[in-house]
């Protein structure tokens, strides 16, 4: 589910939108508008006992709307899904919601009870603000097992050093220092210092749900799933360019669990498994570690922060499918991102998802060369996805959507397999060094 503006929007000036979760097994709250900023609208994801179920538009023109009209609205828009999800989960017939909520109704649908022990990797770059809000939001998790590996990539300076040893010193969190820069590079060295059967990443530029590890956890049940991803939701909708990242990245893929194999649960697409940012994003991914550390982690000539701007998540999903496994997309598991709020922020990172996903395609064909045959005769209908207003990829971007940022992609794109050459020379000449990471 991309976050989409109503078509009404469009032609009118840009306005923020207040961000607000609701559960409906509790009471509905109100929703106010003019407590700092001056929202006229906003948007509430609804879930169900953690269970996403869709998002609503709300009108905050007068500066607030009450509880019972929060609620109303909530049914205007969802009540389908709300009876469909309330009948599949065997919750029984529902009335329209009121303010007070449905109440705790028992989830007759059977779970897997599995929670395997699980260690989660945060890599972080000078930011331990940021940071703090992470790993407060991850030790509250409602979770029997877990810990927590911080890696502190290319530090400028000790500050986040500093957060850890005051603030975590008696948290299950382990500190370790990569000094050399890039992501996959970071969760590498994470992986190092993982414990845990699974081995879960966020950002920490997220705040995770209570429920997100179980919701992760219950699909390694299933001895073939490999990897799990989930739902990303956007904190903040203050700035237009906020809205043009949700519209663009589609981090939500939507509030339906689905598998994903070369088997049965193949998708009705002829580019997948290449398409594989249609599985999930690195900011709410999960592994058995067992089998990342199988195919040695990520590719380090990848990632945030090399030159090849990204591509590392998307290398590892499509290794889970070519090598057999399954990847499982859980909504469910829940994190909530904060979008930069620039447009030269927004800019920048259009042209590294463009760029890291050319690189990730070049790697592909470098280290499957068999692979070539089957991308070339994709070629017409992966260009149809890349540039059409109808694909998938495209057709949630809003009408104002600007052309320049398209451009910026496809500039990324341009250069994405050039930078990755050079990356994996930088990554040859880094394998030489000794390494210099420490950990406390």
Not at 161 to 187: F, K, M, N, S, W
Request: with cysteine; glycine share 8%; aromatic share 8%.
């Amino acid at each position: 589910m991309r976050l989409r503006v109503r078509r009404e929007h469009d032609a009118e000036p840009f306005q923020p939108a207040r961000v607000t979760v609701v559960d409906v097994a509790q009471p509905i709250p109100a929703v106010v508008g003019d407590d700092g900023p001056r929202y006229a609208r906003g948007v509430t994801f609804v879930h169900w006992t953690g269970t996403p179920v869709g998002a609503v538009w709300i009108d905050l023109s007068p500066g607030r709307l009450d509880a019972t009209s929060h609620a109303a609205a909530i049914w205007e828009q969802l009540g389908d899904d709300l009876r469909m999800h309330a009948a599949n989960r065997g919750l029984g017939a529902v009335d329209p919601l009121t303010a007070s909520g449905f109440g705790s109704r028992r989830d007759v649908t059977p779970h897997a009870a599995t929670t395997p022990s699980v260690t989660v990797i945060v890599a972080t770059h000078d930011r331990p603000k940021l940071l703090d809000r992470c790993l407060r939001s991850l030790l509250a998790v409602d979770y029997p097992a877990f810990d927590v590996v911080v890696v502190d990539n290319a530090p400028s300076s000790d500050a986040t050093a500093r957060l850890i040893a005051a603030a975590y010193a008696d948290a299950p969190v382990t500190y370790v220092v990569e000094p050399e820069r890039g992501l996959a590079i970071a969760h590498n060295r994470g992986l190092d210092f993982v414990s845990g059967e699974v081995v879960a990443f966020t950002d920490d530029d997220v705040i995770v749900d209570p429920g997100w590890l179980r919701s992760l956890a219950v699909d390694f049940a299933d001895d073939d799933v490999a990897c799990v991803t989930g739902l990303i939701l956007p904190i903040r909708l203050d700035t237009q360019a906020q809205f043009w990242l949700e519209g663009y990245a589609g981090y939500a893929k939507g509030m339906e669990r689905r598998s994903f194999d070369l088997g049965c649960s193949r998708p009705e697409d002829r580019l997948f498994p290449y398409t594989a940012g249609r599985l999930g994003s690195g900011a709410n991914m999960a592994f058995r570690t067992e089998f990342l550390r199988s195919i040695g982690g990520f590719d380090p000539a990848l990632g945030a922060g090399s030159p090849a701007f990204g591509g590392d998540d998307l290398a590892a999903f499509f290794e889970v499918i070519t090598r057999g496994h399954t990847l499982v997309y859980e909504p469910a598991a829940i994190v909530h991102h904060d979008h930069p709020e620039t447009e030269d922020a927004l800019w920048r990172q259009v042209f590294g998802y463009g760029a890291g996903l050319t690189a990730y395609l070049t790697k592909t064909l470098l280290d499957h060369p068999a692979q070539l045959m089957r991308v070339l005769a994709r070629a017409p209908q992966a260009v149809w996805y890349v540039l059409s207003s109808r694909s998938v990829r495209n057709a949630g971007r809003a009408a104002d959507f600007p052309a320049t940022l398209r451009l910026r992609e496809l500039a990324g794109m341009a250069v994405g397999p050039v930078a990755y050459l050079r990356s994996r020379r930088r990554v040859r000449r880094l394998a030489s060094r000794p390494h210099r990471g420490d950990a406390t």
